[in-house]
């Protein structure tokens, strides 16, 4: 019986102890307001107002609120506040509650609860300054939701909201529609002109290409009919005089900046900077190649896919040639004459009929700016030198040998050919080696022997020697035996003829003898 009834005390105790905390002692202060739609929000008045900190809140149902804190003093008289930047047309809840010096927070009575915010008008939005590619509008109103726009919506502060610009939007009408759902027949549009000074430099698509003369193509609102911009540049690394885009060099470095004109005013815009450098694709093809008494080791043409409408306008544009004999040490620079679309390479220090390796490659303000072209020439064939070191000897009483050795720079043509040349127009042709024997010449007599190197197409000088040939031993040898003859002839013929006579007689008296002795015997 005694733990129930202690705890019958218990629950009593409790129950007053919520009752003190729930409802105000009735030495607590009291606080009372009223609520009155104005414009862009709501006006708060105290109409009851011990001193103390108070909070006013204001919220849409489900939505965070906003809250403004004030202080009242005793001093105050009938202090009213706003809080503002509302919806329009929209119910919000509201309370203000009190904050006493002993720290205990009391809700003030006061208009239900409940307040609607007035509608919004025209008047209630203006014009507003703005960031570059946007239009912007100011109200008091926070109007988020109660906007319409082709383009997205961006809230700034201070109750400035705006709207970012297209292209198509530039130099035309933008229209914003403000609609309010829970106010009738209290929507309404504000259409405004765009001039071209909306453009924001930083998003224009500027293309720059890589020819000559050179371009930067920039796109601009298609709207913006006499909307042009004038290019200017500077060469990097450089403080000088501007230049002209139409004035622009190949191979060279620039930053180009360009002035935003409207019908030729400047619109005090400028475009962001553009590093501009334009490499010509040169492309050289040789035309000829020939020779004359210099070697033209070519004649070649230029064309540029991306330079050729300036190509022959190109001052500072050379060529560089140089030559090596095939095999041979060191590269020889030649001389190159330009010419509008081309070039020829002149060298004078060639040898006839040799191969050479030739290069010819483009220079821009003394700078090798691309490939060039790589070739073989042969030069054409010239005359030989003399023939060196001639001997002509004689052999025989009318046989003679010749001999030399080549020309000290070789034959400078296709053939090797070695000519011998007696006075007498009798000519020797000799194809492998200066060593000739001739024979059959007329004895006891001088000649001029004239050698000559010939390559088929070009004779050497002659080298000369002179040469007499002897006696015929073989004809003194039979004048010799004739006369002999003769002599022995001339001797031996009288006695021969008197020893024949004799002989002859000697003959005819045996004959004699015979014939008397045949006779006699006959008789007897």
Not at 104 to 129: F, H, R, W, Y
Not at 457 to 471: N, Q
Request: proline letters at 5%.
């Amino acid at each position: 019986m005694a733990d129930r009834g202690a705890s019958r005390l218990l629950l009593v105790l409790t129950t007053i102890i919520c009752l003190a905390k729930s409802e105000p002692s009735a030495a607590s202060p009291q606080c009372s307001y009223s609520v009155r739609a104005i414009r862009f929000g709501f006006q708060f008045k105290m109409t009851s107002f011990p001193t103390g900190r108070y909070t006013i809140s204001v919220g849409e149902e489900g939505s965070p609120t906003t809250e403004k804190i004030v202080n009242i003093s005793s001093s105050s008289k009938n202090p009213t506040h706003e809080i503002q930047h509302l919806k329009p047309c929209t119910e919000y809840e509201h309370k203000v509650t009190m904050l006493d010096n002993n720290g205990t927070e009391i809700s003030c009575s006061g208009s239900g609860g409940k307040a609607k915010t007035l509608s919004m008008n025209e008047q209630d939005v203006t014009n507003s300054p703005c960031i570059p590619g946007h239009v912007c509008y100011h109200s008091g109103w926070n109007i988020n939701s109660s906007v319409s726009a082709p383009n997205q919506t961006q809230q700034f502060r201070n109750g400035t909201f705006g709207f970012k610009l297209a292209e198509d939007d530039i130099c035309s009408n933008f229209t914003v529609s403000f609609y309010q759902d829970n106010c009738n027949d209290s929507s309404f549009n504000l259409t405004r002109y765009i001039p071209a000074d909306y453009i924001n430099p930083n998003e224009m698509n500027q293309t720059q290409h890589n020819r000559l003369p050179a371009e930067i193509e920039t796109k601009l609102p298609p709207n913006c009919k006499n909307l042009s911009i004038e290019y200017t540049c500077s060469e990097s690394g450089k403080v000088g005089d501007s230049i002209l885009l139409s004035n622009l060099e190949p191979f060279t470095d620039y930053s180009c900046t360009g002035l935003i004109k409207n019908n030729n005013v400047s619109i005090n815009k400028k475009t962001p900077a553009v590093q501009v450098s334009i490499a010509c694709d040169f492309t050289m093809v040789i035309s000829d190649t020939y020779d004359n008494e210099s070697l033209t080791v070519g004649w070649w043409q230029t064309t540029s896919e991306n330079c050729g409408a300036v190509l022959p306008n190109l001052e500072k544009l050379s060529y560089t040639c140089s030559t090596q004999e095939v095999d041979g040490d060191a590269k020889k620079h030649a001389k190159t004459v330009r010419q509008p679309r081309g070039g020829i390479c002149t060298t004078y220090e060639f040898k006839r009929f040799t191969d050479y390796d030739v290069e010819i490659y483009p220079t821009y303000n003394n700078k090798k700016v691309s490939q060039g072209l790589a070739f073989r020439v042969r030069t054409n064939s010239g005359a030989p030198d003399k023939v060196q070191q001639l001997k002509v000897r004689l052999i025989k009483n009318n046989v003679i040998r010749v001999s030399c050795s080549p020309p000290v720079g070789g034959f400078k043509g296709p053939k090797k050919v070695y000519i011998v040349r007696l006075s007498g127009n009798r000519e020797v042709v000799e194809t492998d080696e200066c060593l000739f024997e001739i024979g059959d010449l007329n004895y006891l007599t001088s000649y001029t022997v004239q050698v000559v190197a010939f390559n088929g197409k070009h004779e050497s000088e002659a080298e000369t020697a002179k040469v007499s040939t002897r006696y015929n031993n073989k004809a003194l040898n039979g004048i010799l035996i004739f006369i002999l003859i003769s002599l022995i002839i001339i001797l031996v013929a009288p006695r021969l003829a008197v020893f024949i006579k004799k002989q002859k007689k000697s003959k005819h008296v045996t004959r004699e003898e015979v014939k008397l002795t045949s006779t006699a015997k006959a008789y007897i």
